[in-house]
């Protein structure tokens, strides 16, 4: 399992980036749902929360998830109302290489930093999310879907991460991967 969630991480890595933000057809439960699956900086940044969360273990597994579910709420309704959040592209590629780097240095921080560590990120992805949601049809229908799509690929990260610690050397390959995901924050922040 880990090897498959190792080898689509690593693939993703490899692929055209796609962006998200443009988006603009429809307006429903997939069409939010897609905007964090297809957009590949929101993809590596939601992985990397969930790989994040089983390196903390005990109640992070799910507590830091859910804070990024949360403020990315939070993000959106501000996004939804055209509240200005400054330099939100940007945000959004330092959330990947800082959440890459948070796997790679593999260090135990506090939970309570951790969630808002991941949070003022999840502001940013939420943003985004929202600034889109005027032009859509059902906004209501959109925001579930960009929850519910977060939600599983913060899952897919948490089974990825639990994988890897049942491997041999697991700390080793998260830290790898999660500096893979750094370079890539890097190289979207390069971008700007």
Same mark, same amino acid.
């Given at each position: 399992?880990?090897?498959?969630?190792?080898?689509?991480?690593?693939?993703?890595?490899?692929?055209?980036?796609?962006?998200?933000? &443009?988006?603009?057809? =429809?307006?429903?439960?997939?069409?939010?749902?897609?905007?964090?699956?297809?957009?590949?900086?929101?993809?590596?940044?939601?992985? +990397?929360?969930?790989?994040? +969360?089983?390196?903390? =273990?005990?109640?992070?597994?799910?507590?830091?998830?859910?804070?990024?579910?949360?403020?990315?709420?939070?993000?959106?309704?501000?996004?939804?109302?055209?509240?200005?959040?400054?330099?939100?592209?940007?945000?959004?590629?330092? +959330?990947?290489?800082?959440?890459?780097?948070?796997?790679?240095?593999?260090?135990?921080?506090?939970?309570?930093?951790?969630?808002?560590?991941?949070?003022?990120?999840?502001?940013?992805?939420?943003?985004?999310? =929202?600034? &889109?949601?005027? &032009?859509?049809?059902?906004?209501?229908?959109?925001?579930?879907?960009?929850?519910?799509?977060?939600?599983?690929?913060?899952?897919?990260?948490?089974?990825?991460?639990?994988?890897?610690?049942?491997?041999?050397?697991?700390?080793?390959?998260?830290?790898?991967?999660?500096?893979?995901?750094?370079?890539?924050?890097?190289?979207?922040?390069?971008?700007?």
């Amino acid at each position: 399992m880990a090897r498959i969630g190792l080898l689509l991480l690593l693939t993703l890595c490899w692929i055209a980036p796609v962006s998200a933000h &443009e988006i603009h057809s =429809g307006g429903g439960f997939m069409s939010g749902f897609n905007h964090p699956v297809l957009g590949f900086d929101h993809l590596l940044a939601m992985l +990397s929360v969930g790989m994040l +969360s089983t390196q903390l =273990g005990g109640r992070a597994i799910w507590t830091v998830p859910l804070a990024f579910v949360t403020f990315m709420l939070v993000g959106g309704i501000l996004g939804l109302y055209a509240i200005a959040v400054p330099f939100v592209e940007i945000g959004i590629a330092l +959330s990947v290489l800082l959440l890459g780097l948070a796997i790679a240095f593999d260090r135990q921080i506090p939970l309570l930093f951790a969630m808002a560590f991941v949070g003022v990120f999840a502001i940013f992805h939420g943003h985004a999310h =929202g600034a &889109e949601m005027p &032009e859509l049809a059902s906004p209501v229908l959109y925001a579930l879907g960009f929850l519910f799509g977060t939600a599983v690929i913060h899952l897919g990260g948490v089974m990825i991460g639990l994988g890897m610690q049942r491997m041999t050397g697991q700390r080793n390959l998260m830290r790898v991967t999660g500096a893979a995901i750094a370079a890539m924050g890097g190289y979207l922040l390069a971008g700007f």
